[in-house]
T-cell receptor
């Protein structure tokens, strides 16, 4: 079974804090993604990575950065948290790049509240 | 611009009914389409994945079809149960390593 885990289910931080969200997958997948999910806006892609130390911006990268030092781990960093970053954050992974068979596997999500 | 639309946004049916959820997309040049289930406050659980070369996929009481020419996919749920109550999302892969999600259909199956 593919397993994608996220470091926290719930997180409460204060405005201006630096926040780290961690995601780990155990299936040797090449690709990893960070999304945020908000009511009425659906899932929006923040960043993705197709290899170690490689990253690409998604649709809403502003205010976020990412790090992928090891294949199994993809971190999302909020350099200075703001209240509009209160959201559900979802991590996903897929294998391969060229093949069309790229089933996405999601983690359980981290509900972040910024006060 | 690639877009994925799911209608209706919410659906309420009595237990035992067969039902169809719809997903439409704007560009027929897709790689694959994936249906997910999401329970409140939880992550997404993969239900079915249809490759661009396939017409349908089945898993238990679920059947997903794909018609690229009309830009549509349907998820058929047979003999619905209260445990099927959740939000159902479709995601379309238009090009390598980028997926577009619909806003979901919230299903309520009444006992």
């Amino acid at each position: 079974d593919v397993k994608v885990t996220q470091s926290s289910r719930y997180l409460v931080k204060r405005t201006g804090e630096k926040v780290f969200l961690e995601c780990v997958q155990d299936m040797d997948h090449e690709n990893m993604f960070w999304y945020r999910q908000d009511p009425g806006l659906g899932l929006r892609l923040i960043y993705f990575s197709y290899d170690v130390k490689m990253k690409e911006k998604g649709d809403i990268p502003e205010g976020y950065s990412v790090s992928r030092e090891k294949k199994e781990r993809f971190s999302l960093i909020l350099e200075s948290a703001s209240t509009n970053q209160t959201s559900m954050y979802l991590c996903a992974s897929t294998r391969g790049q060229i093949l069309s068979y790229n089933e996405q596997f999601f983690g359980p999500g981290t509900r972040l509240t910024v006060l | 611009k690639q877009e994925v639309t799911q209608i209706p946004a919410a659906l309420s049916v009595p237990e035992g009914e067969n039902l169809v959820l719809n997903c439409s997309f704007t560009d027929s040049a897709i790689y694959n389409l994936q249906w997910f289930r999401q329970d409140p406050g939880k992550g997404l659980t993969s239900l079915l994945l249809i490759q661009s070369s396939q017409r349908e996929q089945t898993s238990g009481r679920l059947n997903a079809s794909l018609d690229k020419s009309s830009g549509r996919s349907t998820l058929y749920i047979a003999a619905s149960q209260p445990g099927d109550s959740a939000t159902y999302l479709c995601a379309v892969k238009f090009r390598i390593n980028k997926f577009y999600f619909g806003s979901g259909t919230k299903l309520n199956v009444k006992p």
